[in-house]
């Protein structure tokens, strides 16, 4: 089992940042692949991006890419988003999730454990 916790979420406007921590406890975190997932009301929950065990590879969806970093702390057990020059189109609840194998999946079905989210509110 892994338990997954989001945090950082909140307002901020136009052009702001904000950093999203996701930590986990349970099973082996080092040995775990991330992602990060979004949603907003009467959608599809939306893959962002996500990053191997290790750290080493990265995979970010068109949308954000440039814009928003996922790095991780295996020490920690702590994956990040740090998400700049946010636009309102970013609002959502934001979510990340994970689970054991190689390769950097992007669908909600690939993944076996998720965070409860939290909200990232972008004004105009």
């Known amino acids: 089992q892994v338990q997954l916790v989001e945090s950082g979420g909140g307002l901020v406007q136009a052009g702001g940042s904000l950093r999203l921590s996701c930590a986990a406890s349970?099973?082996?975190?080092?040995?775990?692949?991330m992602g990060w997932f979004r949603q907003v009301p009467g959608k599809e929950r939306e893959f962002i991006g996500a990053i191997t065990w290790s750290g080493s590879s990265t995979y970010y969806v068109d949308s954000v890419k440039g814009r928003f970093t996922i790095s991780r702390d295996n020490a920690k057990n702590t994956m990040y988003l740090q998400m700049n020059s946010l636009k309102p189109e970013d609002t959502a609840v934001y979510y990340c999730a994970t689970s054991r194998g190689l390769g950097l999946p992007r669908r909600p079905s690939d993944y076996d454990y998720w965070g409860q989210g939290t909200q990232v509110t972008v004004s105009s």
């Open positions: 349970g099973r082996t975190f080092s040995m775990l692949r």
